[in-house]
C-alpha cells in the first residue's frame, strides 16, 4: 500500500455534555455513533457537519478519535497499523 493511501481509522462520534467544559456525557445510552472513517479527512468532513448540525444545543460536543492508535499503539503518530495474521 503506497503511504499516502494508508488506511488510518477514526471514529466521529458525539453526545450532550453534563458541563461544556469536560467530556462527561449526560446519557452515554444516548451517544450518536456517526461512523468510522477511513481517514482524518473524511472524519473531520463528517465531525463538521454533526457539529453544525447541533449548534443550537451549546452542550452537544462531536468527537473524532484516532481509532488507528488504539489498534497499534507501538506505532509512530501516522503510522499504518501493522498486518495481523
Given at each position: ?38 481517514n ?15 449548534v ?13 492508535r ?16
Amino acid at each position: 500500500m503506497e503511504p499516502q493511501n494508508k488506511q488510518l481509522l477514526h471514529l466521529v462520534f458525539g453526545g450532550e455534555l453534563v458541563d461544556i467544559g469536560g467530556t462527561e456525557f449526560r446519557d452515554p445510552a444516548k451517544l450518536d455513533i456517526v461512523g468510522i472513517f477511513p481517514n482524518y479527512a473524511s472524519a473531520v468532513s463528517a465531525w463538521r457537519a454533526k457539529a453544525q448540525g447541533s449548534v443550537d444545543n451549546a452542550n452537544m460536543r462531536y468527537f473524532v478519535v484516532h481509532l488507528h492508535r488504539f489498534l497499534d499503539p507501538a506505532a509512530p503518530a501516522g503510522a499504518a497499523p501493522a498486518a495481523q495474521p
